[in-house]
């Protein structure tokens, strides 16, 4: 028994149901580079990490993990880690240069040989369509605060799944809409960078509108496994002051709820709405959108990482929300351990968050489409890579996740975030969510221990189901 086959021990007990997906993720900008290839126009992206200030030590995608040449290396070393699937996005920007009109077919090309690789290899395709590379184009005309744009971005998912609806069969619209509009047009942490709370609220309308036309498009299209991937983080009251625990309500409101809720059950909830309209910046609801966004799902995709305690007060100078009317929030810190991200690890609250699923949204199965961790890890004298806090906290988090199955929410697969090391948007390449180290010097890559444990779980898990 090697020592990956010991730690995986630690799961002992724990088994999954038969048929369970275990992937790896990742996101196009994050990877990719090759910015300019094949046709590629600019993103979102592309500009606001080239602004100077935006991103640190300026960092951008231009490089990133040049998966877009090496990617017969990267599904060779999927395959060898036993992954049974793989959750790639698509650059919008690849495809549709300009955000609508003519398709870029080398674009499409790439994609169509990285889906043969992987299934030439066993490893099943779990297609995004949007990880917030909105083609710079449409941002000049608005971007997500514009109405037209959801229509644009059904236009983008009819032309990708006519071209690799034959060959991937799990599709998801959006990667954390919460992102792009309230850390795109809030906080203005991520592209492309507006402090607007007016523009943030016409942004997570449009992009839910979008979201339900584009699953119009792909159910025309035959799709039969389609999902929408929301960003949940529990929010906690630092006490039980009337005042405490409002703040974590309205935070909770509009990190989970506000996307939870018009995606499944086809309505915002009352006092998020009351909230929004409160601050001045309503959401732009027109007759029958609720509607286009209920539209049916097969899965939820669930995104989890940290949860966080909060209390009224004054934020910290330079600190912008990113919630609608939450000037008057502050985020404590984490008890330690903290990731290199400044994130707390609270496996407990997975468990919390799966079961509060389960019942928020019953009868829908739950994908775990990103769980993971950033830390500092380097590669040793001998060429290895031991990362224990992140085989740490990838175990006990897999065992969180076996928890609420046994207590009952139907959780289907499991994607780790991230299989290499890549560009952490406005945290550039100081952040290291990797199974796989990159060197980013030349693009070595080298299985890190938590990679190595991850692979010795899924070989028993397929041994014993
Ligand atoms: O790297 C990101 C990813 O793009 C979206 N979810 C969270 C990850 C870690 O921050």
């Given at each position: 028994m090697t020592t990956f086959d010991v730690r995986a021990d630690a799961l002992d007990g724990r088994t999954f149901p038969p048929g369970f997906v275990f992937g790896a993720a990742t996101a196009a900008y994050q990877i990719e580079g090759s910015v300019d290839a094949d046709g590629r126009g600019p993103s979102i992206w592309d500009t606001f990490s080239h602004?100077?200030?935006?991103t640190f030590g300026g960092h951008t995608g231009d490089v990133a993990a040049d998966h877009y040449r090496r990617f017969p290396e990267d599904v060779a070393l999927m395959a060898d880690l036993g992954l049974s699937a793989y959750r790639f996005s698509v650059a919008w920007p690849r495809v549709l240069p300009q955000g609508a009109?003519?398709?870029e077919q080398r674009g499409l090309d790439f994609y169509r040989r990285l889906v043969d690789e992987l299934l030439g290899r066993g490893v099943e395709p779990w297609l995004t369509l949007y990880h917030w590379d909105l083609p710079q184009a449409l941002q000049e005309s608005g971007g997500w605060t514009d109405r037209d744009t959801a229509a644009r971005f059904a236009d983008y998912a009819g032309v990708v799944v006519a071209a690799l609806g034959d060959r991937v069969r799990h599709w998801s619209t959006l990667n954390e809409p919460m992102c792009s509009a309230l850390l795109g047009h809030?906080?203005?942490?991520?592209?492309?960078g507006q402090q607007d709370p007016v523009a943030a609220a016409r942004a997570v309308h449009h992009l839910l509108l979008g979201h339900g036309l584009a699953a119009g498009a792909l159910r025309d299209a035959g799709v039969e496994s389609l999902g929408i991937t929301l960003n949940f983080t529990p929010m906690t009251p630092a006490s039980d002051s009337v005042a405490d625990v409002d703040a974590a309500r309205r935070l909770d409101g509009q990190q989970n709820r506000m996307f939870l809720e018009p995606a499944v059950h086809g309505r915002y909830p009352a006092d998020v709405v009351a909230d929004l309209t409160a601050a001045g910046a309503p959401l732009p609801v027109q007759d029958g959108d609720l509607d286009v966004i209920a539209a049916p799902l097969d899965w939820l995709g669930v995104n989890y990482y940290f949860e966080q305690t909060v209390r009224v007060g004054t934020r910290p100078?330079?600190?912008?929300?990113?919630?609608?009317?939450?000037?008057d929030v502050v985020e404590l810190d984490p008890e330690?351990?903290?990731?290199?991200?400044g994130w707390g690890v609270s496996p407990e609250a997975f468990t919390d968050l799966l079961l509060w699923l389960r019942d928020r949204a019953p009868g829908l199965p739950l994908v775990v489409t990103e769980n993971g961790s950033a830390w500092a890890d380097e590669v040793d004298a001998e060429g290895a890579v031991h990362d224990p806090e992140r085989v740490d906290y990838l175990l006990r988090h897999l065992d969180a996740m076996a928890e609420a199955i046994e207590r009952g929410a139907d959780v289907r697969g499991y994607f780790a975030w991230s299989l290499l090391d890549n560009y952490e948007w406005a945290r550039g390449y100081a952040q290291r969510f990797g199974l796989v180290h990159v060197d980013?010097?030349?693009?070595r890559r080298t299985v890190k221990d938590s990679g190595h444990t991850y692979a010795a779980v899924l070989r028993r898990h397929r041994e014993t189901s």
């Open positions: 602004t100077p200030g935006r009109g003519r398709v809030r906080s203005g942490q991520h592209a492309p100078p330079g600190r912008p929300t990113s919630f609608i009317g939450g000037e330690p351990p903290t990731t290199t991200m980013y010097a030349t693009q």
